[in-house]
Nanobody, 127 residues
Framework: EVQLQASGGGLVQAGESLRLSCAAS????????IGWFRQAPGKEREGVAC????????AYSDSVRGRFTISSENAGNRVYLQMNSLKPEDSAVYYC????????????????????YGQGTLVTVSS
């Protein structure tokens, strides 16, 4: 059974940083693409970053590129999202998701539909 557990959310002020963590199990970690998605109230879910742990490739949405960094710890089946220079518009519930047996181009991993999501973690950025 695919399991994904996101943690690390909280309340911060604009300009501060947070680090989210995603613990994954139930599938071959290095064969997957792992993404971070977010959804704010009244808005559609947005993919913000993804990585393919097999080679460390990454991709980012325009809204977070240069501020967020996704990384993976293959030995522990974990993916992290370092979020710097946070803005109030970054406030959302953040989810990690897995595309198991990913065979797409690594840097295009944000363009695919993910079918396995964990429970989210709330990030609130005050102005």
């Amino acid at each position: 059974e695919v399991q994904l557990q996101a943690s690390g959310g909280g309340l911060v002020q604009a300009g501060e940083s947070l680090r989210l963590s995603c613990a994954a199990s139930g599938f071959t970690f290095e064969g997957a693409a792992i993404g971070w998605f977010r959804q704010a109230p009244g808005k559609e879910r947005e993919g913000v970053a993804c990585t393919t742990p097999s080679d460390g490739s990454t991709a980012y949405s325009d809204s977070v590129r240069g501020r967020f960094t996704i990384s993976s710890e293959n030995a522990g089946n974990r993916v992290y999202l370092q979020m710097n220079s946070l803005k109030p518009e970054d406030s959302a519930v953040y989810y990690c998701a897995a595309f198991v047996d990913y065979a797409g181009w690594p840097t295009l991993c944000l363009l695919y539909d993910y079918h396995n999501y964990g429970q989210g973690t709330l990030v609130t950025v005050s102005s």
